[in-house]
């Protein structure tokens, strides 16, 4: 009898990273965060999340999604908050 190891309950494989990654998409896509511009891909053995979002709490929402999906994987996280500023003098109109 030929013994191999299954994986996690369900006899399914483990889910590699391309595959974690596309779920990773999927569900940044489908909830309220679907409307940035993040993206993940394998680099150098790592994932490489990067993007721009609005504010430092949909930064801190996307990371979570993140460590959910990437959990027990190499990830680096390039996101940019554009968070706007209050403008600390009047413009000046000629």
Request: a negative charge; one cysteine or more; glycine letters at 12%.
């Amino acid at each position: 009898m030929n013994t191999h190891d299954a994986g996690p309950a369900g006899g399914a494989p483990p889910a590699g990273p391309e595959y974690r990654i596309a779920h990773l998409q999927d569900r940044l896509a489908s909830e309220e965060l679907g409307e940035l511009g993040v993206r993940a891909e394998v680099r150098g053995g790592a994932v490489l999340v990067t993007g721009t979002v609005p504010s430092a709490r949909c930064r801190d929402d996307v990371l979570e999604v993140v460590r959910e999906e990437l959990g027990g994987l190499e990830v680096h996280c390039d996101i940019l908050v554009t968070e706007p500023s209050s403008p600390d003098h009047a413009e000046e109109l000629s």
